[in-house]
């Protein structure tokens, strides 16, 4: 064996070998808790309060079933080929017509472009704003798969305290006017203002105009991420921040909950000004979002009730949210508050201080109940007396068991920390 | 109304206010030139040798309606729900078979990674691998939509010369030992070794070894991007430079040529040493592949005869191919060059040095007849005097009235270079 083949055996039997290759970015990139408890979230005879995903079960499948087949029997050609970057044509249209029923009104297709998911705008909304050491601002707590997005760009990922009018304007400003005392580049305030994701809090109307306004001024760009808008239990939904912002607000919308995650699409409402760059960023990451799903999305959108079948998960989701609340009510110790969400799939939940809820999680699934602990929903590394229970997946019985099981595990640690 | 209302309304008007925030990256991203002309492509009467479509008339469309119809009114509740952001295990485990079939022995599950399309785990591989001014070497020429997303991470593409028989080994280690003199970090080899995009050329079974090896020396990871390796027209797919090369090679491969485009889906075969990072990154820029399309794709390669339904592929794409080249040989003035492809999608004509074909190209949508301009496949932003023909799109007669059409326009260049 030549001393050359030798030498090149020895390297291809270490595992730390290419570890030099690595970019800086992908030391960033971490494993997502919600993932992670996703994984045993699927045990049997757990109760799941973790992962927020959407209840299915009333779709009609059957249907849909007849509608993906005739698509594919009448218009295969066109469902299984390559199709544009920004998404079909028909799609962006309809998503128009969803967003008014949202309250932005006059939203053209050609400002739309389809995503692979909301997930996939919010990459690229990173990777076409932010350089390494740029600031995106975002909700304290915030979307765990946004910051994770976020970070693999070597963004840092800054945080505006909330109140239970969701993000506080002053702070806002106040936090602005620090990071640029400081010489930092700050790109894009990320919110998600109806039925935040973990805490469920919602950013109030006459505060909208307000955070628009601040991050107007300073030239930063608002990236609206509105996945739960229209599953506000009650009354209309509240306009979003986009409706009378159209050049200083990217929109962010998603089938995931208003349909079914599994088409993994969504869309971005981008401004004008902004739009042409942002869409070929999109089409360099996946070419084009699937016209086989988008013209499932369509035909859903076009030839079923989607408003009256989102009127019946509304109900389904106040009803599992009121039981958790009772529940909580009834079963956690003092000591314990939680938020009162108006929509969405989350309640969140603050312990005494001086708690970490992550090692309670290992008791919890002993106990046979799972959640998220709080630590996950923010940037920083410390630990969170916060956690996110999610009540979109699990049946009013289970919730109300899930409780249950969860409330002795607070109880011993708040006795605990008294000790 | 308030003097900051009035200067946030000015700012809200200037088109071009937010320009500084873009990302350096962004100013990498450019339009694609096969879109441009994908755009153009759909006027009726032209003749596109542009696009490179894989064909899709022979697809059991009805049968696939079907299987797409029992998916959802069977498993729709894990069809259109999330998924693990690894893609589901069962498409997986087909993909290994896949890859046997290619040449891969040995490959397992939990080695590969579901990706939206081959485009998206290119982007993943240049996220995790690549910071600014990193560099990555490819084939000259090579593809359009790889050049896009890794220029979108502000990486330095570098060509090494092909010859008939693909990228040249003494070019590559040249070309190497040029750049790491100048410092230059090294991340990744970029090829496409069977029947390259735009090219057709194939890298040679004897130099694959030797390209692999002057890499493993060198440090640098060989991404093999194969979407084309099993549409070889005669005779069984070349190995792929992965199969002997576990811990050095990162696979890519496709369902878009031997099934069907619209389904978004790829895979990467990713060493074990650099999976958990690469698989991560996946999962942040779109959670999830589409569990709906991952069980369609699963019940084709489950279900039908899709070794046979490539057979006829090849054997089509191997007609409209010797169409093709008889046509050239035929048409085509003295002068002008092109490549004998032994399978994929394309040939790649050279015009006698001094040629811009970018101009050409309007002429010829003119004449009624489109192709992609040479330039579009090389990192740099000099005049090509190359163009690449698609016949996999195409009827033969359609490719001959092609040819037909674009021949005088190749001749009147010729003759004005020589005037």
Avoid at 168 to 193: C, F, H, N, V, W
Avoid at 219 to 230: A, K, R, S, T
Wanted: hydrophobic share 40%; glycine share 8%; net charge negative.
């Amino acid at each position: 064996m030549a001393a050359e083949t030798e030498v090149a055996l020895e390297r291809a039997a270490d595992p730390t070998r290419h570890d030099v290759l690595f970019s800086r970015r992908a030391a960033n990139i971490k494993q997502s808790a919600v993932r992670d408890v996703f994984d045993i979230s699927i045990r049997p005879g757990l109760v799941s309060l973790a992962g927020g995903s959407p209840y299915l079960k009333s779709l009609p499948l059957d249907d849909l079933g007849r509608t993906a087949q005739k698509i594919i029997a009448e218009r295969g050609l066109e469902a299984l080929q390559y199709g544009g970057g920004q998404g079909m044509e028909e799609l962006r249209g309809l998503v128009c017509e969803v967003m008014a029923a949202e309250g932005i009104e006059g939203a053209v297709p050609d400002d739309v472009v389809i995503t692979t998911g909301s997930q996939s705008a919010q990459d690229v909304a990173a990777k076409v704003f932010c350089d390494p050491g740029d600031v995106i601002l975002c909700e304290d707590p915030t979307y765990v798969g946004a910051l994770n997005t976020f970070e693999a760009y070597e963004v840092d990922v800054v945080t505006v305290a909330m109140d239970e009018n969701g993000l506080i304007p002053d702070e806002l400003e106040r936090t602005i006017g620090e990071l640029q005392a400081q010489g930092r580049s700050i790109k894009l305030l990320y919110t998600i203002p109806s039925f935040n994701n973990p805490s469920g809090i919602t950013l109030a109307a006459d505060r909208r105009q307000q955070v628009v306004d601040i991050c107007r001024r300073n030239d930063i760009l608002v990236l609206e991420d509105n996945p739960y808008g229209m599953l506000r239990f009650d009354g209309e939904p509240l306009k979003p921040m986009r409706a009378d912002n159209p050049d200083d607000v990217i929109y962010l919308g998603s089938f995931s909950k208003i349909f079914a995650p599994g088409v993994r699409l969504g869309w971005a409402l981008v401004p004008k000004h902004l739009y042409r760059r942002f869409y070929l960023a999109c089409e360099a990451v996946v070419l084009c979002p699937s016209p086989l799903t988008q013209m499932l999305v369509s035909a859903y959108l076009t030839d079923y009730d989607w408003q009256g079948h989102l009127r019946s998960m509304r109900s389904l989701y106040r009803e599992r949210c009121e039981a958790m609340l009772g529940a909580l009510a009834e079963e956690f110790p003092e000591g314990v508050h939680w938020t009162t969400p108006d929509g969405g799939f989350f309640v969140w939940v603050t312990l005494p201080e001086g708690i970490d809820t992550y090692p309670l999680l290992y008791t919890a699934i002993d106990a046979g109940v799972v959640f998220i602990p709080g630590a996950a929903f923010t940037p920083s590394d410390e630990p969170s007396n916060k956690l996110r229970l999610a009540f979109s997946a699990v049946t009013p019985e289970d919730i109300v068991e899930g409780v249950r099981r969860l409330a002795p595990i607070l109880r011993t640690a708040i006795s605990e920390l008294d000790a």
